[in-house]
Structures are given as C-alpha cells and as structure tokens.
C-alpha cells in the first residue's frame, strides 16, 4: 500500500514561491503504472487537480496555473515536488500529494497524502 | 475543461436510508468516473473507480453506475460513518475535474 506524506512551509510570503516535498513508501516511484500529482483545496471549498509528473520526469500541468507551476521528482530520493510562483492570498489551500494510477481502462487517484495547509500571509 | 455538475449539493438523511448522488459531465466521458469521500480534515479515499468498480476495503452498501454523461452513487443503507463529502472526478481528459462535492448530513 502506497504512503505518501507533504512536507514544506506552511507559511508564505504573497509574490513568493510555494515549495512542497512529498516522500514516497511502500512502493516504487518508478513504477510505471503511476503518476504522481498534486492536488490542492482551499478552506471550505472543492478540489482542484494542480498537476501530475512521472518518474521519467514528464509533466503535465494544469492549464490555469501552468504559467506558475513547476514539478520534479526526484527517484533517488524517492521524492517529488511542487513549486508554485508569484502566491497570492488564493493559493492558500490544503495541498495534496497523491498516486495517479493509470491504464488503458482506467486512471483514478488512489492514495493520498493526509495534506499540509499552506498560508499565504505577509 | 469538462465540468462536472453534482447534485444536490447537500443532502439530509438518517441511518439506514438509502441515498443517490447525481455527477454530470459537460461531454461523453464514457466511463472515466471516479467518486471520493472525504471526513473532515481527511484527505479524500477512493470509492469507486471506473464508474462502478468498487476499490477493495469498501463496503458493498456503496454502488456507482452510469456512462457518457450521467453517473450516480448510491449508498444502499447509511451507517453512522457515511456522513462526509463526496467527490465525483473525470480522467476522461487532461486537466482531470472535480464535482463541486455533496455534504451529507445527519438528519
């Protein structure tokens, strides 16, 4: 079973860049029935899909936040990231690492990250 | 973007009812429909995939169906620990969608 867990600043400054790490277990980040994303929820509100990358390094972002967003993983470490830019106060949201599992039938997010709250404050 | 439209938004019922939520998808999104609940402060779980494949660890109570446009999930006889949000999402195309959620309620 896949365990996937958020760390980074739960503080930011608005013009300033988002960056969150999520670590991977229980199984291989090289996989390749796997995508891993990004996911974010504003307080109160609905989800909203950030982005996906795989382990060869192929991204695929969102396009209301493409110009913002960059994504990296990291095999060796087991890791993958999420930088947004230039944050303002709505980009404060619960952020979301998940699985993206896909095949030719089907592709659903099927593990999560319990999610980390960043803020975007001066 | 597809937009996917859930109704209600939120629902009232008591133990032991049996519940439908309703997802809508702007285009034929044949049978790329995934439902997630959510508890508060949780991160959302996997129901059901592919319209109404039921993920392993889930209750049978819970049943999805539909294709193209229309989808639905059912809850056959609610237990306590069914109040939550529930999410419909496409991965017919990219950016993969959300419905708005619908909060089920004790009533």
């Known amino acids: 079973q896949l365990q996937l867990q958020e760390s980074g600043p739960g503080l930011v400054k608005p013009s300033e860049t988002l960056s969150l790490t999520c670590t991977v277990s229980?199984?291989?980040?090289?996989?390749?029935s796997y995508y891993w994303g990004w996911i974010r929820q504003p307080p109160g509100k609905g989800l909203e899909w950030i982005g996906n990358i795989?382990?060869?390094?192929?991204t695929y972002y969102n396009p209301s936040l493409k110009s913002r967003v960059t994504m990296s993983v990291d095999t060796s470490k087991i890791q993958f990231s999420l930088q947004l830019s230039s944050v303002t106060a709505a980009d404060t949201?619960?952020?979301?690492?998940a699985a993206f599992f896909s095949n030719t039938?089907?592709?659903y997010f099927d593990?999560?990250?319990?999610?980390?709250l960043?803020?975007?404050s001066s | 973007d597809i937009q996917m439209t859930q109704s209600p938004s939120s629902l009232s019922a008591s133990v032991g009812d049996r519940v439908t939520i309703t997802c809508r998808a702007s285009q034929s999104i044949s049978s790329y429909l995934n439902w997630y609940q959510q508890k508060p402060g949780k991160a959302p779980k996997l129901l059901i995939s592919a319209a109404s494949s039921l993920q392993s660890g889930v209750p049978s109570r819970f049943s999805g169906s539909g294709s193209g446009t229309d989808f639905t999930l059912t809850i056959s006889s609610l237990q306590p620990e069914d109040f939550a949000t529930y999410y419909c999402q496409q991965s017919y195309s990219t950016p993969p969608t959300f419905g708005q959620g619908t909060r089920l309620e004790i009533k």
Not at chain 1, 26 to 32: F, K, L, P, T
Not at chain 1, 93 to 97: H, K, N, R, S, T
């Open chain 1, 26 to 32: 229980g199984g291989s980040i090289s996989s390749n």
């Open chain 1, 54 to 58: 795989y382990y060869s390094g192929s």
């Open chain 1, 93 to 97: 949201a619960v952020y979301y690492c």
């Open chain 1, 105 to 107: 039938w089907s592709s």
């Open chain 1, 111 to 116: 593990s999560w990250g319990q999610g980390t």
């Open chain 1, 118 to 120: 960043v803020t975007v």
